[in-house]
Every structure is written in C-alpha cells, then in structure tokens.
C-alpha cells in the first residue's frame, strides 16, 4: 500500500509541477469522478441480486442471472460490451468484444447513463428496480 500511496503522490506531485494548482485539481476532480463513476456502475450492475445458498453450505454457481444486464445499443457500442456484465459473470475469460446476451438475464430499465442517474435518487431508484427483482428471483 505504500509503494500505490507513493506513486499517487508522485503522479500528484508531477501535475502540480508541470500544470500548477488547476492542473492538480483538475486530476484530482477527474479521479474522484472516475471513482464515483466506477463505484456507481459497480453498484447498478449487482444491485439486489443474489446466489442461493445449496443444502452444502456454499452458494450456487454464478449464472447469467445474477447480474444485470442493458441492451440500448448506444450504450452496448459506446461502453464496448460493458453492459453485456452478465457474460462477462458466467464466463470471465470472454474477451469484451464478444460478450452475449442472455434471455435469463435482469435487464436494467435504463442504459447505464440513465440508471446511474436513478441510483443517485435512491426513492426512485428503488421504486423501478424492487418490482423487477421479483420477478427475478
């Protein structure tokens, strides 16, 4: 963890140096939004979905039910698969370009930009997707 904390203070440091002190809020706004932004899609691709637990103690193999999924094709072509997730689940080494649709899988009632959007305004959020985990599960 050090070696990471070093590097990023370095990276930081770097910045500051060549761009001043925009330039540094500026990288430091940029990787707040990629966190939040990753943290958001991680969020809405697993929201509420669960494996059953076996009589044997452990869980169900993962399936391409237990992610969600988002077919608007802009979204498929701009996030380059990205919201094929559920393939990407069942069989982890597919290379992106090649993720597939499944029937079976949940699919979000909006591409990813609108449900992070939703996601935000937990009520809403929470009000579109409840009633499709029902019918999931």
Known sequence: M?????????????????????????AIAMGVVGFLLLESVNYIEHYGLMRSKLPNGRYEAVSPRHSWN??????????YELTRHSDHHFRATRKYQILRKFEESPQLPLGYPGSILMSLVPPVWFRVVHPRLSTEE
């Open 2 to 26: 050090l070696r990471f904390t070093l590097v990023n203070l370095l990276y930081l440091g770097s910045i500051s140096l060549i761009f001043g002190l925009t330039g540094l809020w500026l």
């Open 70 to 79: 988002s077919e608007h094709e802009l979204g498929r072509i701009i996030l």
